[in-house]
């Protein structure tokens, strides 16, 4: 059985900044991308960017001035550094790590005030 779990979410105002973590356990093959997905209300779920276990990342442009994902293999963790956090990035993150199958997080809920 595998687990992941994100970490780090909370209430910023705008401008502030926010390091999310999410890691994998349990029986999981070798971890090929991990990547941050996001949902606000009413919406449906976005990519923000991805990581390949290589360190290559990519990111939806209108994020990648402000988001950074970086990758620790042997702990089965990414993570995602935000900057100068606005409202409309208000929403609960969630991490997808890819391997033979596609694991899902439950989740972290980022809110951020004008």
């Known amino acids: 059985q595998v687990e992941v779990v994100e970490s780090g979410g909370g209430l910023v105002q705008a401008g502030g900044s926010l390091r999310l973590s999410c890691t994998a356990s349990?029986?999981?093959?070798?971890?090929?991308?991990m990547g941050w997905y996001r949902q606000a209300p009413g919406k449906q779920r976005e990519l923000v960017g991805i990581?390949?276990?290589?360190?290559?990342?990519n990111y939806v442009d209108s994020v990648k001035d402000r988001l950074t994902i970086s990758g620790d293999n042997a702990k089965n963790t990414v993570y995602l550094q935000m900057n100068n956090l606005k409202p409309d990035d208000t929403a609960v993150y969630y991490c997808?790590?890819?391997?033979?199958?596609?694991?899902w997080g439950q989740g972290t809920q980022v809110t951020v005030s004008s």
């Open positions: 997808r790590m890819q391997s033979n199958l596609n694991y």
């Open positions: 349990g029986r999981i093959v070798s971890i090929n991308a």
């Open positions: 990581i390949t276990t290589y360190g290559t990342a």
